[in-house]
């Protein structure tokens, strides 16, 4: 048997979180497999099938003999068709020696990291953020330090906490715009005021995690690498799960200064080799395809949007803003901090998530794990029926807490 005091596990292990989007919707799974009839908010992940002529690439390139091992970076193709997205879509120029295709952009974020963070360089994370920022810096030894912004100000930072945030041992800056959980996009305005603060310190790398891109609902989604004073120290993250609903098919990429991109691809010769070849196949196909389905997707989650914040808005306690992109919305919740219905006590947003799974048979995921305690999130990639649903048991479970 395995003891703690034997020691098996590495410290690297023991210390690192689970993650919790994960985590809930894996709770979710087991309380439907005992038969109860869940809604699941808690995963991030679109519920529409991947476009037809999308799967069609995947079978050919399968019968057209792609079975073997692919290039580290990504196969020649998918390369140039990721050049050309990010001119056509962003006004990006590179070259395919700046891109690294990985397997999700989870991984492309995992590369980057570790590529650049050494133990005890500090790493300022846009907070709410991602649930896997915090914790791969922890794993690469880096010290996170979250800045937050508040729901006053769509959870948006200014250029100036940003300042005050930085050290002479700040390495890296991250963060997702559209954002996950928030769904805040940052203007162009926001992010040249970030850009000039930026310019001011050579030592800083930023990680621009843009894989909601497609899913915005203000109708410019601008690139921090688009200024050219700070471009080579900008890491840009985008990838096929959200835009072209792809969650399975683990396809990501960087666009990067080449010695961060050849970084990158070293890092990934000695972890997971190239990105499967048949994902690859189908991911090129998916750029060659255009927008028109994702703008789609897009139009169907804006109009889920409006209904969860018409619903929401509807229930006393739970305090709202308007995401500008994604699929989440990220209420206050706080004040049902201290309720309670029968024995069940609310102390915080994991015990009004838990409250929520077993008492209204929804999943959402506490605010925590994204470093904002008082929120939760809900993801609103799902049917108008389930979140009509979800929201009417939610309200019924939140009324009896007193
Ligand atoms: N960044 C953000 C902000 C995300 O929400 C996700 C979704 N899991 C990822 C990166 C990773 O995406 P994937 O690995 O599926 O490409
Ligand atoms: N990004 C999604 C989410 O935030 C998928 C889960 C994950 O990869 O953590 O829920």
């Avoid at 590179?94 to 500090?122: F, H, R, W």
């Amino acid at each position: 048997m395995i003891t703690t005091e034997q020691k098996t596990l590495s410290d690297r292990i023991t210390s690192l979180a689970e993650s919790q989007t994960i985590a809930m919707a894996k709770k979710a799974r087991e309380l439907a497999a005992k038969g109860v009839d869940v809604i699941n908010l808690s995963f991030g992940e679109p519920d529409f099938q991947t476009p037809q002529y999308i799967k069609d690439a995947a079978k050919k390139a399968i019968d057209d003999g792609y079975t073997f091992y692919t290039p580290v970076a990504g196969y020649p193709d998918l390369r140039k068709a990721i050049v050309e997205k990010l001119r056509r879509d962003n006004g990006l120029e590179y070259g395919p020696e700046n891109i690294v295709v990985s397997t999700g952009a989870k991984q492309s974020i995992a590369n980057a990291v570790m590529c650049l963070v050494n133990p005890g360089d500090e790493v300022i994370i846009i907070s709410p953020y991602w649930v896997s920022y915090e914790e791969v810096v922890k794993l690469a030894e880096g010290i996170p330090v979250p800045v937050k912004g508040p729901l006053e100000n769509d959870f948006k930072i200014t250029a100036q906490q940003l300042e005050e945030a930085i050290t002479s041992n700040t390495k890296l800056v991250m963060y997702s715009s559209p954002c996950n959980p928030t769904g805040s996009v940052f203007t162009k305005d926001e992010l040249a005021a970030f850009a000039a603060i930026l310019e001011k310190h050579p030592q800083i790398h930023v990680i621009a995690d843009e894989i909601y891109e497609y899913i915005n609902f203000t109708g410019e989604h601008y690139s921090l690498a688009r200024f050219e004073s700070i471009k080579d120290r900008v890491i840009t993250v985008n990838g096929f799960s959200k835009g072209y609903a792809m969650t399975g098919w683990r396809v990501g990429y960087i666009a990067a200064h080449k010695d961060i991109a050849d970084a990158c691809d070293k890092m990934q010769s000695q972890i997971t080799s190239g990105t499967c070849s048949i994902a690859q196949k189908a991911a090129q196909a998916a750029l060659e395809g255009g927008r028109e389905s994702a703008e789609e997707m897009s139009a169907s989650y804006l109009r889920r949007r409006d209904l969860v914040l018409g619903l929401m808005n509807d229930i006393p306690g739970i305090k709202t803003y308007v995401p500008q992109g994604a699929f989440y919305i990220f209420p206050d919740v706080s004040a049902f901090f201290g309720k309670s219905a029968g024995d069940i006590k609310i102390e915080n947003s994991n015990d009004l998530a838990m409250y929520l799974l077993n008492d209204a048979h929804v999943s959402l995921v506490e605010g925590g794990a994204f470093g904002a305690p008082q929120c939760i999130r809900f993801s609103f990639a799902a049917s108008d029926a389930k979140l009509i649903e979800a929201l009417e048991r939610i309200k019924a479970s939140l009324a009896k807490l007193s």
